[in-house]
């Protein structure tokens, strides 16, 4: 891709995604440094959890390029590691909280081949690292939202990935929790990895985050995190909202039936 | 009755056997996936299937009218999704449209070809295991019922892709998105478990007939859910269930329903296998050990038992707080009024604390143990800590928490109440300055 990074983790090239042409996601472009904890913020809407599946390819962008470290994804898709909303899966589902943090090490192990000792090491010491090796063998429904959160946490963990995409991990979870998750993203910044964090709360993101992505359907800001978070920023991501043009998708909506 | 006859009841039971266990897999992973409506819609789909395979092919060779009817289910479940867009409506909807419309449509297709061969609608719906072991094909020379041979076939075929597949099955049934993400290609398996249930279902039907395959399929795995938290357990246990429904399913059409009925005649068995599957459901969802009926209703009596003992504890504790005493009687009177407990569930409170010395009562006087004190201590610290907290943290007016915090206090432990403490805690030096929303100290907790 012209004019990007190839070394960047997470290269994203005039991406747009539409749902029923109302754009949700409008050329968004960015490079995402290597070795850091990014947030990704903006209003309910604004497109946040789509740009992380964009990425994934789990939604059909209607253009724009994502790379991988200046390849595309399909390339080696165990190097990316997705945290998905909590909501996102039945809790009741009859496995234990060792069967999912083992999924984590379903990509590397590809088809057919059965987690074997060296996946079952790898889920053991997620889970330690989690605070969460009493619970291994609890059906995922026991579990309280924060425990569950981590679990979520820790199946990436096991996959060990290179660049990690998190969706809203901080969502209603408990103090233990948010620190514990805190201790985990450090972790993975020291050790070079990147971590990209959808997050909704303004108060706490100078705090978690290195660097900072101001989105709201399109990128309003992105740079280290002192220098986005402004207040004249802030206001045009939160506030300034285009009135107008969403009047005009609504119209085009209803004309068109679709 | 009948006297019993390996060659026939002995293959009954048989061929009851291997549906149940062919339809293991596809079951456990549709009832986990919420998609058990699926299994009523593949079925009915294999009648046009089978009706349009007939007068596509002029043949009724058992080939064909297999593909036909898995492809036509094939058809349904893709189709109801395309249902679902166009119409917008939500996918059990599109279901009922897609598989109804395409079964009515294969009824009059096999009306109109019965005329020239014997397919028959009834026999289509209900099955005819009854007369599944007349129908024997050679095996290495014996002579084995045809339904028999394909069942366990499916049955081999459904445990061994199951076993081979287990890992992309489980996470595509759990987290599709992960899967597609990992490039584990969840709507491959999705199609692939979707053909197995289809070719379960046709294999199953004519044995069981169109209906009560979805007995067959639904009912085991939903029941083996309830004993089960493990998929694993859950294909285990399918199996076992399915099983037992069919030993018992023939026994209620060849023993029990003769006996019953007063035509005196045999049941249909397919019907009593799908009676007796029905039976083992409401069975485990009554006694089943960890997620039954029974085992709920016991877990909730012993907690309201409990409650009105804690109750009992914190009320003496506060009329010892304000230097009074008191009898048994004018207690039950005041946990009647404070708990809406009822007065013989009282009595048995008080014998049960008496004995375990947490109340001493001399003469209708009942006090406080020191051991009592202390348990007495900790539930009205913990009322005054949830009084403070509401009051503060939910701005209630004070005359509001009461009653939240006579339900929270019982479900509080010392981790819960420590943490509370913490947070309500103004000056941690000064353990008096603790007070609730109605000024009454809050107990310190016991030494």
């Given at each position: 891709?012209?004019?990007?990074?190839?070394?960047?983790?997470?290269?994203?090239?005039?991406?747009?995604?539409?749902?029923?042409?109302?754009?949700?996601?409008?050329?968004?472009?960015?490079?995402?440094?290597?070795?850091?904890?990014?947030?990704?913020?903006?209003?309910?809407?604004?497109?946040?959890?789509?740009?992380?599946?964009?990425?994934?390819?789990?939604?059909?962008?209607?253009?724009?390029?994502?790379?991988?470290?200046?390849?595309?994804?399909?390339?080696?898709?165990?190097?990316?590691?997705?945290?998905?909303?909590?909501?996102?899966?039945?809790?009741?589902?009859?496995?234990?909280?060792?069967?999912?943090?083992?999924?984590?090490?379903?990509?590397?192990?590809?088809?057919?081949?059965?987690?074997?000792?060296?996946?079952?090491?790898?889920?053991?010491?997620?889970?330690?690292?989690?605070?969460?090796?009493?619970?291994?063998?609890?059906?995922?429904?026991?579990?309280?939202?924060?425990?569950?959160?981590?679990?979520?946490?820790?199946?990436?963990?096991?996959?060990?990935?290179?660049?990690?995409?998190?969706?809203?991990?901080?969502?209603?979870?408990?103090?233990?929790?948010?620190?514990?998750?805190?201790?985990?993203?450090?972790?993975?910044?020291?050790?070079?990895?990147?971590?990209?964090?959808?997050?909704?709360?303004?108060?706490?993101?100078?705090?978690?985050?290195?660097?900072?992505?101001?989105?709201?359907?399109?990128?309003?800001?992105?740079?280290?995190?002192?220098?986005?978070?402004?207040?004249?920023?802030?206001?045009?991501?939160?506030?300034?909202?285009?009135?107008?043009?969403?009047?005009?998708?609504?119209?085009?909506?209803?004309?068109?039936?679709? | 009755?009948?006297?019993?006859?390996?060659?026939?009841?002995?293959?009954?039971?048989?061929?009851?056997?291997?549906?149940?266990?062919?339809?293991?897999?596809?079951?456990?992973?549709?009832?986990?996936?919420?998609?058990?409506?699926?299994?009523?819609?593949?079925?009915?789909?294999?009648?046009?299937?089978?009706?349009?395979?007939?007068?596509?092919?002029?043949?009724?060779?058992?080939?064909?009218?297999?593909?036909?009817?898995?492809?036509?289910?094939?058809?349904?479940?893709?189709?109801?999704?395309?249902?679902?867009?166009?119409?917008?409506?939500?996918?059990?909807?599109?279901?009922?449209?897609?598989?109804?419309?395409?079964?009515?449509?294969?009824?009059?297709?096999?009306?109109?070809?019965?005329?020239?061969?014997?397919?028959?609608?009834?026999?289509?719906?209900?099955?005819?295991?009854?007369?599944?072991?007349?129908?024997?094909?050679?095996?290495?020379?014996?002579?084995?019922?045809?339904?028999?041979?394909?069942?366990?076939?499916?049955?081999?075929?459904?445990?061994?892709?199951?076993?081979?597949?287990?890992?992309?099955?489980?996470?595509?049934?759990?987290?599709?998105?992960?899967?597609?993400?990992?490039?584990?290609?969840?709507?491959?398996?999705?199609?692939?478990?979707?053909?197995?249930?289809?070719?379960?279902?046709?294999?199953?039907?004519?044995?069981?007939?169109?209906?009560?395959?979805?007995?067959?399929?639904?009912?085991?795995?939903?029941?083996?859910?309830?004993?089960?938290?493990?998929?694993?357990?859950?294909?285990?246990?399918?199996?076992?269930?399915?099983?037992?429904?069919?030993?018992?399913?023939?026994?209620?059409?060849?023993?029990?329903?003769?006996?019953?009925?007063?035509?005196?005649?045999?049941?249909?068995?397919?019907?009593?296998?799908?009676?007796?599957?029905?039976?083992?459901?409401?069975?485990?969802?009554?006694?089943?050990?960890?997620?039954?009926?029974?085992?709920?209703?016991?877990?909730?009596?012993?907690?309201?038992?409990?409650?009105?003992?804690?109750?009992?504890?914190?009320?003496?504790?506060?009329?010892?707080?304000?230097?009074?005493?008191?009898?048994?009687?004018?207690?039950?009177?005041?946990?009647?009024r404070g708990a809406q407990a009822r007065p013989r569930s009282i009595g048995r409170a008080i014998n049960r604390l008496a004995r375990e010395r947490l109340v001493s009562i001399d003469a209708g006087r009942i006090a406080l143990t020191t051991e009592g004190r202390n348990a007495g201590a900790e539930l009205?610290?913990?009322?005054?800590?949830?009084?403070?907290?509401?009051?503060?943290?939910?701005?209630?007016?004070?005359?509001?928490?009461?009653?939240?915090?006579?339900?929270?206090?019982?479900?509080?432990?010392?981790?819960?109440?420590?943490?509370?403490?913490?947070?309500e805690l103004a000056d941690p030096t000064n353990p008096e300055s603790l007070k609730d929303p109605h000024g009454r100290i809050v107990p310190r907790p016991p030494e």
């Open positions: 891709m012209k004019g990007h990074s190839p070394t960047s983790p997470l290269s994203i090239h005039a991406l747009t995604v539409a749902y029923q042409r109302k754009r949700v996601l409008w050329d968004v472009d960015l490079d995402i440094p290597a070795g850091a904890i990014i947030g990704i913020i903006g209003p309910n809407g604004a497109g946040k959890s789509t740009l992380l599946k964009a990425c994934l390819g789990l939604v059909t962008a209607a253009s724009g390029q994502v790379s991988v470290f200046g390849k595309p994804l399909s390339d080696d898709p165990t190097r990316v590691g997705y945290v998905p909303q909590r909501e996102s899966v039945d809790w009741d589902f009859p496995v234990t909280v060792l069967d999912v943090v083992l999924m984590g090490t379903y990509g590397r192990l590809g088809w057919l081949r059965r987690p074997g000792r060296r996946e079952r090491d790898a889920a053991h010491a997620a889970l330690e690292t989690l605070g969460m090796s009493a619970f291994s063998h609890r059906q995922i429904g026991q579990l309280s939202g924060g425990q569950q959160q981590r679990v979520f946490l820790a199946r990436a963990l096991a996959q060990d990935a290179s660049l990690y995409l998190m969706d809203e991990p901080f969502a209603s979870v408990d103090a233990a929790t948010e620190q514990a998750i805190l201790t985990v993203l450090r972790r993975l910044r020291d050790e070079g990895r990147t971590a990209v964090v959808v997050h909704h709360d303004l108060e706490s993101a100078r705090e978690y985050f290195d660097w900072v992505v101001l989105l709201n359907t399109r990128v309003i800001a992105a740079g280290p995190a002192q220098e986005v978070l402004t207040h004249d920023r802030l206001r045009e991501t939160y506030g300034g909202r285009l009135a107008l043009l969403d009047e005009a998708a609504q119209r085009l909506q209803g004309a068109q039936g679709g | 009755m009948n006297a019993w006859s390996w060659g026939v009841d002995g293959w009954i039971i048989v061929i009851g056997a291997l549906a149940a266990i062919a339809c293991a897999v596809p079951g456990v992973f549709l009832v986990v996936r919420r998609e058990a409506m699926l299994a009523d819609a593949l079925s009915h789909a294999a009648l046009p299937g089978i009706a349009g395979a007939f007068l596509m092919s002029g043949t009724r060779d058992p080939l064909w009218m297999f593909l036909g009817a898995v492809g036509a289910g094939l058809l349904v479940a893709i189709g109801a999704r395309g249902i679902a867009a166009l119409g917008r409506v939500d996918a059990g909807a599109a279901m009922g449209i897609a598989f109804t419309t395409l079964f009515a449509l294969g009824l009059v297709a096999i009306v109109q070809a019965a005329d020239r061969v014997d397919l028959d609608p009834s026999c289509v719906l209900f099955g005819s295991l009854e007369l599944a072991p007349l129908d024997t094909i050679d095996v290495g020379g014996a002579a084995v019922p045809r339904a028999a041979v394909v069942l366990a076939c499916v049955a081999a075929i459904n445990l061994a892709v199951a076993a081979l597949l287990w890992k992309e099955f489980t996470i595509t049934a759990f987290d599709a998105p992960l899967a597609r993400a990992l490039n584990l290609r969840p709507r491959v398996i999705e199609l692939l478990v979707l053909a197995m249930a289809a070719a379960t279902c046709v294999a199953a039907f004519e044995a069981v007939g169109s209906i009560l395959v979805v007995a067959m399929i639904v009912i085991p795995a939903a029941s083996a859910r309830l004993m089960s938290d493990r998929l694993a357990g859950m294909v285990v246990g399918a199996v076992v269930l399915g099983i037992v429904g069919a030993l018992a399913g023939h026994w209620l059409a060849s023993a029990a329903a003769p006996m019953l009925l007063p035509s005196g005649r045999d049941a249909s068995t397919a019907g009593s296998i799908a009676a007796a599957l029905g039976g083992i459901f409401v069975v485990t969802a009554l006694f089943s050990p960890q997620r039954g009926a029974l085992r709920r209703l016991a877990d909730r009596a012993s907690l309201a038992r409990r409650v009105v003992r804690e109750d009992a504890l914190g009320l003496l504790w506060r009329v010892e707080e304000d230097g009074k005493t008191i009898d048994t009687k004018r207690l039950a009177t005041l946990l009647v009205v610290r913990s009322h005054r800590l949830w009084e403070l907290y509401l009051a503060r943290r939910l701005a209630l007016a004070p005359d509001h928490v009461h009653d939240t915090a006579m339900v929270l206090e019982h479900i509080t432990d010392s981790t819960m109440r420590d943490e509370l403490a913490r947070e």
